[in-house]
């Protein structure tokens, strides 16, 4: 009788963690992650911000007007709009065609600004407004394998001084774009992949048409506002990810205490 009742508890504590734990473990998977900017004060070392993601593409500050300030989750980047002001990506540069992906950023901002760029007409662009469709307010996508260029933005307005969780994702079939982690706009690709054979370096809040680390930008439309958790994967995240990240978690990540992360998060910890 004590043995059964012993049971009886056993599998009903079982029962009620089990909804806990998944939740824990709830979260983006790392697979195919390239770049994770957190923004976070301790991700500073020098000139570069730190790519928390563990594969080394950390990005070089230019300019001296760059700020770490208060941000959506811990702190961010704060952006002058001066096209001497934004990120050179070290090390991640693209050459041959690429067959998925997805960026996702925090923004706050009330005029149009590059969020990311490794070329509209070669690779891609990410942004707030566009310059060439008089769009000054919707989320901006260029996935491209010229030419033709095959320019793309959402319906909702994010120029508003407003927060706003911006992602998109191309998987070779449509390109997406979600507004604070619901779909606001999708369409047919028109081609398999993104990618016209030249080789391209990419900035974070400036336009790119480097074809050497921190070489040429443009357009020079330079982002004005914060950002905060810049994220760039080599696959299309779902639609349960996108959201996830949108909810605003401090570690967007399930991460095991042995994993990447955790490891790179330690490594930050001792450079401070």
Known sequence: ??????????????????????AHTQGVNE?????????????????DVLDVSGNGNDGLLRGNDLEIVKGKIGECMEFPGVATAYISVREHNYSEPIEELSLAAWVKVEQRGMIASWDRSEFFRFAVGDDVGA????????????????????DTDVADDQWHHLAATFDGNEKRIYVDGKLDAKIA???????????????????????????ATGPTWAFKGLMDEFLMFHRSLSEKEIEHLANGPENPFAVDPAGKLSTTWGYIKEAR
Do not use: Q
């Open 1 to 22: 009788m004590k043995t059964s009742l012993m049971f009886r508890f056993l599998m009903l504590g079982l029962i009620l963690m089990v909804p806990v734990l998944a």
């Open 31 to 47: 697979k195919d992650l390239i770049i994770y900017y957190s923004f976070n004060e301790d991700t500073l070392k020098g000139e």
């Open 135 to 154: 769009n000054a307010a919707t989320t901006f996508v260029a996935f491209d394998n010229c030419c033709p260029i095959h320019d793309w933005h959402g």
């Open 189 to 215: 690709a028109p081609t398999k992949v993104i990618g016209a054979g030249l080789a391209r370096y990419g900035f974070i809040g400036i336009g790119s048409e480097a074809a050497d680390f921190n070489a």
